[in-house]
């Protein structure tokens, strides 16, 4: 579908989000002349820069697919269409998994006239535009985003909304972005590469009667060089919603104790449902040492994973039946509820950290060989969970801060090096509204390394359950990414530790 702006001037009403797109007009990057996988598309050629920036109902955030060089004539976007309601940085229109290309026709340019750029004003300091932290609507954001339940809504209300892996067909075929080159791929396959969390393929059972169609996994996972998710299924999402506060403040909480049975039986809909996708796809289950290993050649790994162990409802043999039935092999003990498990960082807290009947089921999790993921639990919790554990634990995604905010989800340094104390891994996720740039993420990555020591750190997505836009929305981007690590002054070995090195080291010790 080929856009006019005029249709984007009068509210976008007749554009389906998800559509297939296509929009002329120019591109303004966050640091001009500098190349970046995020920009701003406006109508009108940019003039000197010292006017305000533009206003938000007439220009179109674009998230390219690969960095985008920076050009100074007109461009043509080509993406999926993704209307914006709630956006960190105060765009109502977005266009994502964008193929960027320069106009060379100008006739495909007609009506991109300097003259109505002036009148609109041009922007100053693309920063204001596409990094958050220069608008103070997100300067509001950034300072609470991790107070707003960390931004994740792992319940399939999310939609295509941040943290989007689309799926939709690729006329490019599955080569590896562009910008990455054959040489940045040769070095990220020296070991495996893992998200250590992700819903990818709308997995997540969410509360519709009716799940919505999976997406592609393996087609984008493979794109991006991706060779193991760990993909987790959610069941308290019946219980718990959304609220805002009258300051605009959002998080999820659990409104209901859920009915005897409930959660228990989610969770089979939930684990039939993730094999449904692997078995429509030609994902392959990671079991043990030999299949993590053998996951760098054959790709398309999934290690079977659960965010929150509220389907066990207190009973600690449905641990060992989720083993032996549903090959699960990670598992996240608290979501969004405070369970039978423990407290959680977005809610007050019940039990005073761990409880005993949390710590037998890591003990549990010990004997079988199941990771033990602390994501969402308090330090508290995590306190008592290292020094329970005989094996190294992992919190799948969060962020490091100075000050983490109350009913947040990021972390302090000190509850990242109780994790790291157990010879574990802290995954640091993409949330846009803290990383406004892969290059950002990267930095978010290297002072967690500066903290806790780059064997301590790996990523995880939280792909298709983030409430807030993602600068890793596709596994295509995983190269892109790559990149960014060594320029952030890893070596390609660390990086590749971090892209999942570390995450196997753990699985091996896991599965001793």
């Not at 509360?207 to 060779?227: C, I, L, N, Q, Y």
């Not at 423990?342 to 199941?370: K, S, W, Y």
Request: hydrophobic share 45%; glycine share 10%; charged share 20%.
């Amino acid at each position: 579908m080929r856009l006019r702006w005029d249709s984007i001037y009068s509210g976008a009403r007749d554009i389906a989000a998800g559509a297939r797109v296509a929009l002329a007009g120019h591109a303004v990057f966050p640091e001009p002349g500098q190349p970046s996988d995020t920009l701003v598309l406006v109508q009108d050629m940019p003039c000197c820069g010292a006017h305000a920036g533009p206003r938000a109902d007439m220009a179109v955030e674009v998230h390219a697919d690969v960095t985008v060089s920076a050009h100074a004539g007109p461009v043509r976007v080509e993406g999926i269409w993704q209307p914006l309601s709630d956006d960190a940085a105060g765009w109502r229109y977005r266009i994502r998994d964008a193929h960027v290309t320069p106009i060379v026709d100008p006739w495909e340019a007609v009506g991109l006239k300097r003259r109505r750029f002036l009148a609109l004003g041009a922007l100053s300091g693309l920063a204001a535009c596409a990094a958050p932290n220069t608008d103070r609507r997100a300067d509001a954001h950034r300072a609470g985003v991790n107070a707003k339940a960390g931004g994740s809504v792992e319940h399939g209300r999310a939609g295509t909304e941040g943290g989007a892996d689309t799926g939709h067909a690729d006329t490019r075929g599955s080569a590896a972005p562009a910008s990455a080159d054959a040489e940045t791929l040769a070095w990220m396959r020296a070991q495996v590469t893992v998200d250590m969390h992700s819903h990818a393929g709308r997995v997540s059972l969410g509360r519709a009667s009716v799940p919505r169609a999976f997406t592609p996994v393996a087609g984008p996972m493979r794109a991006g060089g991706m060779d193991v998710v760990c993909l987790a299924i959610v069941v308290d999402s019946s219980a718990d919603h959304v609220v805002e506060s009258p300051s605009g403040r959002r998080r999820i909480v659990a409104y209901r104790e859920p009915d005897p049975g409930e959660m228990s039986s989610r969770g089979e809909a939930s684990f039939i449902r993730l094999h449904a996708l692997m078995s429509e796809q030609g994902l392959r289950p990671v079991l043990d040492t030999a299949s993590m290993a053998s996951a760098r050649t054959a790709g398309n790994g999934i290690v079977v994973a659960a965010e929150g162990a509220d389907f066990l409802e207190g009973d600690l043999s449905r641990v060992e039946d989720a083993w032996r039935r549903h090959a699960l092999r990670h598992l996240q003990l608290t979501h969004y509820r405070v369970n039978e498990l423990g407290d959680i960082q977005t809610a007050p807290p019940v039990h005073g950290g761990l409880t005993d009947f949390g710590a037998d089921v890591i003990r549990e999790c010990n004997r079988l060989g199941i990771v033990v993921d602390v994501a969402h639990g308090t330090e508290a919790l995590v306190k008592r969970a290292a020094a329970v554990t005989t094996r190294p634990l992992v919190l799948s995604h969060t962020a490091l801060s100075p000050r983490p905010a109350r009913y947040g989800r990021s972390i302090s340094a000190e509850h990242a090096r109780l994790v790291a104390g157990t010879d574990g891994v802290i995954g640091v996720w993409p949330v846009a509204a803290t990383y406004p740039t892969l290059a950002a993420m990267a930095g978010g990555i290297r002072a967690m390394a500066d903290v806790v020591g780059v064997r301590h750190v790996g990523i995880g997505s939280d792909m298709l359950g983030l409430l807030s836009p993602s600068v890793l929305d596709s596994y295509r981007k995983l190269p892109l990414l790559a990149q960014a690590l060594v320029d952030a002054g890893f070596t390609r070995d660390e990086a590749g530790m971090i892209l999942g090195g570390n995450y196997a080291r753990v699985w091996a010790a896991t599965m001793a």
